[in-house]
Every structure is written in C-alpha cells, then in structure tokens.
C-alpha cells in the first residue's frame, strides 16, 4: 500500500503540473450551470487498489449551458494504469504501467425540480462514454458505455447537502458489468472564499476487467478554495475505504467559469460559485466509477 500511495501522490503532483458539488467529490447534484454560462476544469484524479493505481490527467473538462435548466459536458482524459506488481496480488496486480487517450465522457445535466424553502432540487446527469480508450491496452470499455443517476439537493444557509444514485451500464462489453453507486455528501461555507464537505460514496462490483472487482463504500473530504470573483477556484479531496474492498480515491483540480451575469444568486452557495461537474475518476481507465 506505500507504493500505492506514492503513485497516487505522484499521478495527483505532475497531472496537476502539466496541466471531476461534482468535481472534486464523487457524489454530483443536480444543479447545471446558468444558461449561457461556461465552466472549465483541468485536473488529475486517480483511484487505486492494492493490486492497482488508475489515473487521469492531465484531464480537461468543459460544460455549456446551452438551455436554461440544461447544461452540456465533456471530459477529455489521459488515462494511466499503474499495476502495483505486488505477487501477493497476482495475476492481477502484475504488467507494465499504459498510458493514452481514455474513453470520452459526453453528458447532459437537466434539473426538472427547482428548490424552494421547502422543496430540493431534483435533477439528472446522464453519460455517454464514447469508445475512443484503446480497449486492447486497457484504457477504454471497447463499446458506449452509460451512466444514469437521480441527484437531490437542499441547501440550508451556509450548509448545502445533496445525494442520490444511479447505474453505470454497459452492453456486451466483455470484462464488465454493469452496477449500481450512490452516495451523500455534506458541505459548508466556511467564508466567502472556502468551502469544506464530506461524502461517504458506495460503488458496487465493476467486473473482472476492472481492479474494482468488488463492491466498496469510501468516506472522501475535500473541497474548493475561491481564488477570484467569480470563478476561479482550487479543488481538492481525499478518501478511503470504510467497508469492502480497500481503495483510495484523490483529484486536485483548477476551475473557471464565465458567461452572461444572472439576475439571481446561487441559492445553494449564497451568491458562491460551485463547481458543477462530474467528479470520479475520468472514463478510460479500467475503474469506472462515475
């Protein structure tokens, strides 16, 4: 596990160098960006088991409100795979460290219930993952892949809290099987410039092509530091597992954001901007967690 660590370390440190509220946690929400208002991330992130560390970055995320409730995504990802050649988790854990174009994430954000004093927001954030990983190394699927979630939020003050679930689905697609995630996350304005949350997320059994070939739940804190007004932020989070297979998960991330000045404040950060995103580890390597 020291050697996963410090891959872990290092994949985080140079994907940053040279260069997923959603990004940088797991969990997402079903909050789009304003319409005619534009985000933009680079970022690493890397999931990892004892027999295997999986990365991408350098990753560049874009997502255009193209509608009022509806927001346009793509993630374009290196992806890495860093076997940990440990035999005590062989055959699994034993090969070469690959690199290259990971599958391409495309997606649709579409908040269907707003959040009143007494109501949470209500949204989804469908994923097509297109076959563009070369699935022969290992750095893609091979076949579209999809993932359909239901995402709730609710903000109370300096407090927003948000959760839901979905499946990540896939078709005919040797090595892999589809399965279920959800997960809860809590956060808080600490003031106008930090936020600090935590999520505890739950990913079931990806398949035997994946090192996630188990189910597990990770307890991850994170959160993003606000730079300048409006959108220029730092993102950052950490996890473990609490129950399953043993895992970590890590992102370090910037992000901007830009476009036509709404009349109204975020409800959900009093007039603070919040990533929105997709926060798992980027399509393309072999774990695919949303």
């Known amino acids: 596990m020291k050697a996963a660590s410090a891959l872990l ?5 140079f994907g940053s160098v040279a260069a997923w509220a959603g990004p940088p946690f797991q969990t997402d929400d079903p909050e789009p960006i304003d319409f005619r208002n534009y985000e933009f991330y680079t970022f690493a992130n890397a999931d990892g088991t004892p027999a295997e ?5 350098p990753a560049f995320e874009f997502n255009w409100g193209a509608l009022p409730n509806t927001h346009l995504h793509i993630i374009l990802p290196l992806a890495t795979i860093f076997p940990t050649n440990n035999p005590q988790y062989a ?25 009143s004093k007494h109501r949470p927001m209500i949204g989804t954030f469908t994923m097509f993952e297109m076959p563009t990983g070369n699935a022969a190394r290992v750095l893609g699927v091979g076949k579209t892949w999809y993932k359909v979630p239901l995402w709730v939020q609710k903000s109370f003050g300096p407090w927003t809290t ?6 990540t689905i896939f078709h005919r ?3 892999y099987r589809s399965f279920a995630y959800a997960g809860a996350l809590v956060q808080r304005d600490i003031d106008k410039k930090l936020t600090l949350g935590s999520e505890v997320f739950y990913h079931g059994a990806e398949g035997p092509a994946t090192p996630l070939n188990a189910s597990a739940a990770l307890l991850d804190v994170g959160g993003y530091y606000k730079f300048r007004d409006p959108g220029f932020q730092l993102l950052f989070c950490y996890g473990h597992t609490i129950a399953g297979k043993t895992e970590n998960y890590a992102y370090l991330g910037l992000y901007w954001t830009w476009g036509h000045k709404s009349d109204k404040k975020d409800t959900a950060m ?21």
């Open 162 to 167: 948000y959760g839901g679930g979905g499946a």
């Open 53 to 57: 560390m999986d990365t991408a970055g």
């Open 9 to 13: 370390f290092l994949a985080i440190l």
């Open 173 to 175: 697609s040797p090595g």
């Open 91 to 115: 055959p699994d854990s034993i090969g070469p460290a690959l690199s290259g174009l990971g599958d391409i994430e495309l997606g649709v954000k579409y908040r269907f219930v707003q959040e």
């Open 270 to 290: 009093n007039g603070i901007d919040r990533p929105n995103g997709w926060g798992h580890l980027s399509p393309g390597t072999r774990s695919l967690l949303p």
